[in-house]
């Protein structure tokens, strides 16, 4: 099975811009969640998506928002960027069924977004 | 602070010798992991506990969830250079789909 993938793998974009990155999960995973890394506040969640609906969401203002689509493809989108936001963005994607705390996480390689 | 506290926050081994590194948390946990990341990249999935005190060895690393499932200690048996890395526990709690990282420890392997 093709692990996660995660598109772009590097980003560049300037303060005020908006972005949009892409994770293609574990084919039969359902569930989505991102993650954002920086080096002062470790790994923070971001929000997680089951079936296209949003089933749980982290402390983040609303400038960072998410969808799923039918085939569990998950997007995640910032905007007005600022210069905070620069960090390694992680998704990892589960079975999910529905009901389980216990599913594991598989971790795409994340994109790398810095914001100038 | 941080829900997970994992201690400490960086080692710094000799290759061969052993290193315990421990993730605390004030609540009961459901469902604890560990991952390792090298640096940049994804995490790769090492363990998960599930069970007050219960007990994983994959090749030569060792975890374990205490009883009262508020403590996971991750032991690493004779170190060699690729076991150098982030080490981080995770966990969710039942009733939510949240997932919850420690701050992670970083390990240096001297070979």
């Known amino acids: 099975k093709a692990g996660v993938t995660q598109t772009p793998r590097y980003l560049i974009k300037t303060r005020g811009q908006q972005v949009t990155l892409s994770c293609s999960p574990i084919?039969?995973?359902?569930?989505v969640s991102w993650y954002q890394q920086t080096p002062g506040q470790g790994l923070q969640f971001l929000f997680e998506?089951?079936?296209?609906?949003?089933?749980n969401k982290g402390n983040f203002p609303g400038r960072f928002s998410g969808r799923q689509f039918s085939n569990s493809r998950s997007e995640m989108n910032v905007s007005t960027l600022e210069l905070g936001d620069s960090a390694l963005y992680l998704c990892?994607?589960?079975?999910?069924?529905?009901?389980?705390?216990?599913?594991?996480?598989?971790f795409g390689p994340g994109t790398r977004l810095t914001v100038l | 602070s941080q829900e997970l506290e994992q201690s400490p926050q960086s080692l710094i081994v000799q290759e061969g010798k052993n290193l315990t590194i421990n993730c605390t948390s004030s609540?009961?946990?459901?469902?604890l992991y560990w991952y390792k990341q090298k640096y940049g990249e994804g995490l790769i999935f090492l363990m998960m506990?599930?069970?007050?005190?219960e007990e994983k060895s994959h090749e030569k690393i060792t975890a374990k969830l205490d009883e009262k499932k508020q403590q996971s200690s991750l032991h690493i048996t004779a170190s060699q250079p690729s076991h150098a890395g982030i080490y981080l526990c995770?966990?969710?709690?039942?009733?939510?789909?949240?997932?919850?990282f420690g701050t992670g420890t970083r390990l240096k392997v001297l070979a």
């Open positions: 990892a994607s589960s079975p999910g069924t529905s009901g389980s705390s216990y599913n594991e996480q598989f």
């Open positions: 084919s039969g995973h359902r569930s």
């Open positions: 998506y089951f079936s296209e609906t949003q089933r």
């Open positions: 609540k009961t946990l459901y469902g």
């Open positions: 506990l599930q069970k007050g005190g």
């Open positions: 995770g966990a969710s709690r039942a009733g939510t789909y949240k997932y919850i």
